[in-house]
């Protein structure tokens, strides 16, 4: 049985930083690219940043420069440093095993003065 399970999100005021993290257990973690998406109300979830097993890295131009994804693939972990945040970045953080069919419940990112 696959899991994934997002955590970290929370409130943050313009600027701040917040770090996400994401287990998932029930695949052969360190072989997949895993991938962060992220859903606002109202919009498409989107893709955040991407991770291969290979250690490569790719992110939206929205949050270039201020994300870095990461993993730990002894603990099965995803993680995503989140920098100098924006009112934008508000939104339900999702993580994902690339090509694969399974998400988590989410995290949520709210940021507010």
């Known amino acids: 049985q696959v899991r994934v399970v997002e955590s970290g999100g929370n409130l943050v005021q313009p600027g701040g930083s917040l770090r996400l993290s994401c287990t998932v257990s029930g695949i052969n973690f360190k072989i997949y690219q895993m991938d962060w998406y992220r859903q606002a109300p109202g919009k498409q979830r989107e893709l955040v940043a991407a991770?291969?097993?290979?250690?490569?890295?790719n992110y939206a131009d929205s949050v270039k420069g201020r994300f870095a994804i990461s993993r730990d693939n002894a603990r099965n972990r995803l993680y995503l440093q989140m920098n100098s945040l924006k009112l934008e970045d508000a939104a339900v953080y999702y993580c994902?095993?690339?090509?694969?069919?399974?998400w988590g419940q989410g995290t949520q990112v709210t940021v507010s003065s």
């Open positions: 991770i291969t097993s290979g250690g490569s890295t």
């Open positions: 994902k095993p690339d090509s694969l069919p399974y």
